[in-house]
């Protein structure tokens, strides 16, 4: 009964997302390609963070990487080597997320937390597939999320956090809070001894003020930003504005994604040359 409520509301809450979803190499070293060559293996060695072995493994994505998967219109990447192992959104199709976690050798059954950016399906419509997968997981998500939502995960048995401010999640690991006004989102931050990794679902509250924030709650130079910044249909001038901060901001590594847009992922390579990542689905990037 429990795994019909769930289902019952998870489908419900795709639907009305339907309707909100309006717009619609760092260091080459050891391993990493050279002028925009693709690694065999699609894994990349960043020497740069506290966490022992951290990795990021982009499972969902709308941007092709690696052979033998499959792209879909959302984002997920999973997050190994901090102290919980977390995936962060779950992509806008479970069949998808698990086929690509299968072929990519990654078992749900050791995610221990889920982090929602936002409510949007194209994030949190492969949650209901995950969870008959795993359902020990703790679900972090913006309190603003819906409470039909949140109530049917909870008569699930799922362990829900609510965030709404600045919100840690494990060691080295926290949340920017709700950011935004119409849409509340919520971007993941790894505090490294090099600086900060931010890693953002959709930017829909402003990517300059996402990694802003970042900065003002940590307190630290940005080591590497990625995940969608939603800056596709963006003009060139304002794409220049935005570069100019990142710029400000001190950025060193990027890998705009999901929502980013061809033409602003052309110009942050252009401006990032070799500290800019090509990042799909099957990418890997390594942190030592």
Not at 15 to 42: C, D, P, R, S
Not at 88 to 111: H, Q, S, Y
Not at 201 to 227: N, Q, Y
Request: glycine content about 12%; proline content about 2%; aromatic content about 8%.
């Amino acid at each position: 009964m429990k795994k019909k409520k769930l289902s019952i509301l998870l489908v419900l809450m795709l639907v009305m997302t339907i309707f909100t979803i309006l717009e619609i190499n760092i260091f080459h070293e050891n391993g990493w390609a050279k002028g925009g060559q693709v690694m065999n293996n699609g894994s990349e060695k960043f020497f740069a963070a506290a966490v022992k072995n951290l990795n990021i493994t982009v499972i969902y994505d709308n941007n092709p990487y690696i052979e033998g998967l499959s792209t879909a219109w959302g984002f997920s990447c999973l997050i190994r080597g901090t102290e919980k192992t977390i995936l962060f959104d779950t992509g806008g199709n479970g069949t998808i997320l698990l086929a690509n976690m299968e072929r990519l050798g990654i078992d749900p059954g050791k995610i221990d937390i889920v982090v929602l950016s936002h409510i949007h399906g194209d994030h949190v419509g492969g949650l209901e597939k995950l969870l008959e997968k795993n359902k020990n997981v703790t679900i972090y998500l913006p309190g603003s999320f819906p409470n039909r939502f949140k109530d049917g995960l909870k008569s699930a048995g799922i362990k829900i956090t609510e965030v709404q401010g600045f919100t840690k999640i494990c060691e080295d690991v926290y949340s920017t809070g709700e950011l935004g006004t119409w849409i509340k989102e919520q971007s993941l931050i790894i505090h490294t001894d090099k600086g900060i990794i931010l890693i953002t679902g959709c930017s829909h509250p402003g990517i300059v003020k996402i990694i802003t924030k970042a900065t003002e709650l940590i307190r630290d130079d940005v080591l590497f930003v990625m995940g969608g910044f939603h800056l596709a249909g963006i003009g060139k001038s304002e794409l220049g504005e935005i570069l100019h901060s990142f710029r400000k901001l001190k950025v060193k590594h990027v890998a705009p994604c999901h929502c980013s847009g061809d033409l602003a992922r052309q110009m942050f390579k252009k401006e990032f040359h070799n500290n800019y990542i090509n990042v799909g689905v099957g990418r890997v990037i390594q942190f030592k």
